[in-house]
Nanobody
Framework: QVQLVESGGGLVPAGESLRLSCAAS????????MGWFRQAPGKEREFVAA????????YYAGSVKGRFTISRDNSKNTVYLQMNTLKPEDTAIYYC????????????????WGQGTQVTVSS
């Protein structure tokens, strides 16, 4: 059983940056591909970015490609999401998730989820 705890959210003006972290415990971190998802009020949870077990492969939603970067440090059991040039439409609760399968953009393929961290971008 993997436990995930996100941190790093906050309120920032448009154009600024934030870095989210997700610390994992309770399992072998390198056994899991990791993903970041987000959910805005009244909307379904959507894929943001994913990274493979060793970090050699990444995948992004079109809306964040070129602005966000996912990375991981397996020695620290942590996955990161660097978010640059933030926009008001990036406002959401951001969740990290873990899957034993290949990295994916499908919510249903992830087995473990964190509690989320709020990101609010003001215009």
């Amino acid at each position: 059983q993997v436990q995930l705890v996100e941190s790093g959210g906050g309120l920032v003006p448009a154009g600024e940056s934030l870095r989210l972290s997700c610390a994992a415990s309770g399992g072998t971190f390198s056994d899991y591909a990791m993903g970041w998802f987000r959910q805005a009020p009244g909307k379904e949870r959507e894929f943001v970015a994913a990274i493979s077990w060793a970090g050699g492969n990444t995948y992004y939603a079109g809306s964040v490609k070129g602005r966000f970067t996912i990375s991981r440090d397996n020695s620290k059991n942590t996955v990161y999401l660097q978010m640059n040039t933030l926009k008001p439409e990036d406002t959401a609760i951001y969740y990290c998730a873990a899957t034993r399968g290949p990295y994916s953009d499908y919510v249903s393929l992830y087995n473990f989820w964190g509690q989320g961290t709020q990101v609010t971008v003001s215009s």
